[in-house]
């Protein structure tokens, strides 16, 4: 294996994990934001919220899988030959840190705490801002920007999908 291959490797495998992990993470807190805007228990939220983090996760490995099967089969009936990946690592890369990413804003409806959806938010936040830190480092940008910009991302769509909850418990 030549340095370079090695070297885009390695980039994909960190791509893969940034990836995982930030859909996880924003589509799950999205939705425990959503659900928590209707003003309805918090065993519901903790349901609605698992469930979203199950979904994405089965949803990312699958696709991931999938899409690197058929770029695979691409590869070896065009040059007769693929790249080497593996379509199977690919979706449990994918599997693991969309279900790592998404199991963090639900932590707080598993404890016995108030304000479940601030501490949430919160968790969330300092989460998706190390890994927006981390993908900073790894590619030589300003780790603090990169960071703050992935948690803003997050607190968006959590805010978006507050409104949208809340604005539903208005009509009930």
């Keep these: ?13 960190i791509r ?3 990836f995982g992990a930030t859909d996880g993470t924003i ?5 425990v934001a959503g659900v928590s805007g209707a003003n309805v228990s918090n065993f519901i939220i903790l349901i ?4 979203a983090m199950l979904a994405e996760a089965i949803s990312m490995g ?3 899988y999938i899409s690197t099967k058929v770029k695979e089969d691409i590869l070896v009936a065009r040059r007769g030959r693929s790249d ?36 949430s938010v919160i968790l969330s936040m300092v989460f998706l801002f190390s890994i927006g830190a981390y993908a900073g480092k790894a590619t030589g940008t300003p780790w603090l920007k990169k960071g703050l910009q ?5 607190l968006v769509a959590a805010a978006i999908t507050y409104a949208v909850g809340y604005g539903f418990s208005l009509i009930k």
């Design 1 to 13: 294996m030549t340095a370079k291959k090695f070297r885009d490797g390695i980039a994909e495998k």
């Design 16 to 18: 893969d994990q940034i």
């Design 27 to 31: 589509s799950t807190l999205a939705v």
């Design 48 to 51: 609605a919220g698992a469930s």
């Design 62 to 64: 699958f696709s991931s």
């Design 84 to 119: 080497g990946e593996k379509p199977v690592s690919e979706g449990i890369t994918f599997w693991l840190a969309t279900l790592g990413g998404g199991f963090v804003p639900i932590i707080p409806f598993l404890l016995p705490i108030r304000a479940h959806l601030i501490v």
């Design 150 to 154: 992935t948690a803003a991302i997050g």
